[in-house]
């Protein structure tokens, strides 16, 4: 087991934003989280990765509670990847990717053959090796999120938590992402992504978590969860969920008002 999440509670001040979640997840799965925006999905992400402290319940990674570990260590473990990054400065990708082991460098230490290493390797993984050179902020929307990913990698977490890593792009781009994350899978990453979008989560996840109203509304397997009365309750909108190809695809259909 990579992390399980267990009774964990939040609250800012007297308002209760997340209510006894509970989950887990392997090595080698995908997991998306879907709920409407202002459900959580945020604050839990922030607790998963140690940056907000739970009023009740923990966060475990190979059995061990986030809260006791360093920084460094928790580095170790689990990466972000945001759904957008803007630099200050327009760093090469090589350099952003090479940001990456700073985890295993320590705050003030100078990357050496090691962790260049790991940052070239992390690169051609997910083959943009050729962009090395490039300004970050010169690249397109897809290239950007490929380069944090490939951070990620040079991090050597094999927890990866992503919020929305398909917004704002282009279909291709969508594509060549999710199909780049789903392939981390295979390779034993344990990958966690927020999203709205339901037909994606269904083609890719091998878990789909839902949250509503700061609880767990669904929890299992896509084909067991993903149904018409899901997206309905959790985006109050009439949808119809159509099968496609013997079941691996479902689709989100709105009912058209009359």
Known sequence: MSMRIEDLCFSYGEHEVLKNINFSTEYGEFLSVLGPNGVGKSTLFRCMLG???PSKGMTAIDGKNIQSM????????????????????NFSVGDMVLMGTTAQTGRFASPGKKEIKLAE????RLEISHLRNRGYGNISGGERQLV??????A?????????EPSANLDFGNKIRVMQTVKKLTTDGY??????????QAF????????LHDGKVLAWGSPKEVMTSELISKLYHVKVEMCSLKEDEIRVCIPMIKE
């Open 51 to 53: 940056l907000l402290v």
């Open 70 to 89: 360093s920084a460094e260590e928790l580095a170790r473990k689990i990466a972000y990847i945001p759904q957008s990054h803007s630099p200050v400065f």
């Open 121 to 124: 390797d992390a690169m051609e």
């Open 148 to 153: 944090l990913i490939a951070r990620a990698i």
């Open 155 to 163: 991090q050597q977490a094999k927890v990866l938590v992503m919020d």
């Open 190 to 199: 344990s990958v966690i992504q927020s999203t709205h979008d339901p037909d």
């Open 203 to 210: 083609l890719y996840s091998d878990k789909i978590l839902a």
